[in-house]
């Protein structure tokens, strides 16, 4: 597959990424080379990486615990003084070598170890290949608060290698399929409709499906790399879906979501949310209910966990002068941004969503 020009960064496929590794990772340009993985990772992917990674440069693996819980400051701080211990000095680079919580805490760690090291994101969940390592976000939640803290800065490159999808369950894969449809969603149609017939997450087609989504983020990330404007529409989904998620990992009795299932309930939520703007058609809005309930496991809601979800909208990212900001659909392949949306019709979104 060709490769994808990110904003100061390349996008590499298979071979030709570990060509381009290769190419960079030269004694003469870094001092030392450490690779951060998570218990996963290390056992599932590192093998299979570092039989592919041709460098002459002295190599250090750093192992974390897996899991969003550990996406934290506390974290980083351990990882800071990993580094430091290892000699890691202004001429090392960073290799982040998993999930998103490992490309999101990477890449932070880097940008400001030393005032920030180069990095480098190999994507190993299909989460992070279509969404968590293609445009340069890095950050940490702080405590059960979704990306509260972090900075937008570019790997030197992203490596994308689909042999590493042969290690996840189901449910990860379901995972980074919620983000696959949201770029149908906000952005193509015929993307879109490309799903409508999906029987299988082992597709023949996946590929091609990868490199869409990741085709159609970046496209929208050249025009606005800092989220000011048309980047927003990403956040389809995600204004409800980070509360849903930030909901589940507040409470210890609730079982967690993943990322992408969280995402795939806020999708619904939200796309009811536009139907009853007057956006988006019933129709429409049914399609796209249907669909997502067909790959993804439905959950209830009490009327105290939906009071506690709109608490916590409170702490969105796009909310500007204390009010919460909504990306809506218009149509299947089109979302607008900036939409003021009253409690009530919150409350009406989750009753629909359960029926």
């Not at 939640?141 to 590493?164: A, M, R, T, W």
């Not at 590929?207 to 989504?213: A, N, P, Q, T």
Request: glycine share 8%; charged share 20%.
């Amino acid at each position: 597959m060709q490769t994808i020009s990110g904003t100061n960064y390349n996008i590499h496929f298979g071979a030709s990424g570990y060509e381009a590794l290769a190419s960079l990772l030269l004694p003469s340009q870094y001092s030392k080379i450490f690779i951060l993985v998570d218990e996963n990772t290390a056992e599932l992917c590192l093998p299979h990486f570092l039989s592919n990674l041709a460098t002459e440069v002295e190599i250090e693996i750093i192992e974390l615990e897996a899991g969003e819980i550990h996406k934290n400051i506390a974290t980083c701080t351990e990882v800071w003084g990993v580094l430091s211990e290892l000699g890691a000095d202004r001429k090392s680079i960073l290799i982040n070598l998993g999930g998103g919580v490992i490309t999101d805490l990477g890449g932070f760690v880097a940008c400001t170890f030393k005032r920030g090291i180069d990095f480098i994101s190999v994507p190993t969940t299909l989460l992070g290949m279509v969404d968590a390592a293609i445009g340069g976000k890095n950050g940490v939640d702080l405590d059960h608060l979704k990306n509260q803290i972090g900075l937008i800065q570019e790997p030197k490159v992203v490596v994308i290698d689909s042999q590493f999808l042969n290690t996840l369950p189901s449910n990860e894969m379901r995972s980074g399929l919620a983000e696959m449809l949201k770029h149908g969603l906000i952005y193509d149609a015929l993307y879109w409709n490309k799903f409508k017939n999906l029987t299988s997450l082992n597709t023949d087609h996946l590929d091609e499906l990868i490199y869409r989504s990741i085709q159609i983020k970046n496209e929208i990330v050249l025009q606005d790399i800092q989220e000011s404007n048309l980047r927003k529409i990403l956040n389809f989904g995600h204004t409800l879906g980070h509360a849903i998620e930030s909901y589940f990992l507040s409470e210890n009795s609730e079982k967690q979501l993943l990322h992408g299932e969280a995402v795939a309930i806020g999708m619904i939520l939200e796309s009811f949310l536009s139907k009853e703007k007057k956006l988006l058609t019933h129709e429409a809005y049914q399609e796209i209910k249907y669909i997502i309930n067909d790959l993804f496991e439905r959950h209830t809601f009490s009327k105290e966990a939906v009071e506690t979800i709109i608490e916590l909208l409170q702490y969105d990212k796009k909310n500007t002068f204390g009010v919460i900001q909504f990306v809506l659909l218009n149509k299947i392949g089109f979302a607008t941004i900036n939409h003021a949306i009253d409690k009530s019709l919150i409350y009406n979104a989750f009753e629909d969503y359960q029926n």
